[in-house]
Nanobody, 116 residues
Framework: QVQLVESGGGLAQPGGSLRLSCAVS????????VGWYRQAPGKERELVAR???????MYADSVKGRFTMSRDNGKNTVYLQMNSLKPEDTAVYYC??????????WGKGTLVTVSS
C-alpha cells in the first residue's frame, strides 16, 4: 500500500524556521510534480508549493520568499524549508502529487504551530 509520510512539524516562534520532509513508498515521485499543501483549522486545504520533475518550483504568494521546496529523487522524498514563519502559517502540512490523475491517498500530515 502506497504511503505518504510527512514529518518535521512542531512548535516554532514567529520568525523561526522548520524543515518538513515527505517520503513516499516506492518511486512514485519520480518524473512527477509534487506539492506541499496545508490546511488550517476551519479552512480548506491549499497548495502552497510545488516542484516539477526538473526541479523548477512555484509558490503561493503567501509563502513566496520564505519557503523553499526541494526534492531528492533517490530518497523518494521532498522537503519544505520554512523560514520567517508567521502565526498564519499554522496548519497541518501534507504532500501529494499535484496532477489529480496521479494523486495518492493523503497521509496524516504534520502539524506546524507558530506561536510565541
Amino acid at each position: 500500500q502506497v504511503q505518504l509520510v510527512e514529518s518535521g512539524g512542531g512548535l516554532a516562534q514567529p520568525g523561526g524556521s522548520l524543515r518538513l520532509s515527505c517520503a513516499v513508498s516506492g518511486r512514485l515521485f519520480t518524473g512527477k510534480t509534487v506539492g506541499w499543501y496545508r490546511q488550517a483549522p476551519g479552512k480548506e486545504r491549499e497548495l502552497v508549493a510545488r516542484i516539477f520533475s526538473g526541479g523548477l518550483t512555484m509558490y503561493a504568494d503567501s509563502v513566496k520568499g520564505r519557503f523553499t521546496m526541494s526534492r531528492d529523487n533517490g530518497k523518494n522524498t521532498v522537503y519544505l524549508q520554512m523560514n520567517s514563519l508567521k502565526p498564519e502559517d499554522t496548519a497541518v502540512y501534507y504532500c501529494n502529487l499535484v496532477d489529480p490523475r496521479w494523486s495518492l491517498q493523503w497521509g496524516k500530515g504534520t502539524l506546524v504551530t507558530v506561536s510565541s
